[in-house]
């Protein structure tokens, strides 16, 4: 297993980390086989989804800030209840087909570390089979 490092500088953010990925897919020397990229913190996620327009990734932020606010009269006392919350939507990790040593992705598809309380360092456990 490959632990990727991700500094994020904002309370909430998705981070590219296709590059990174990629990277250890290539280091497992595996041409085929899954790349399951697990995040292991109960407040950020990870998603795929398109990278090509900045855009996007804002507008899906945007909305999850929106459906579940920062502040709601929550009941866990730590007053970070919303990103624990889009963690439990989002998810925590995704799989990927390895293919000719490399993540199978779609022609528009990244992978997103989703910060959801940051900014801080978060790490991105990469485990290839
Ligand atoms: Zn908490």
Redesign the pocket.
Known sequence: MERLRVRTSSRTEFVDITAEVSKAVAASGLTSGLCLVHVPH??AGVTINENADPSVRRDILKELNKVIPFQDDYA?I????A??IKSSLVGCSCTVPIENGRPALGRWQGIFFCEFDGGRSREVWVTCK
């Not at 730590?78 to 209840?81: A, F, I, T, V, Y």
């Open positions: 109960t407040t866990h730590e007053g970070n209840s990103a624990h």
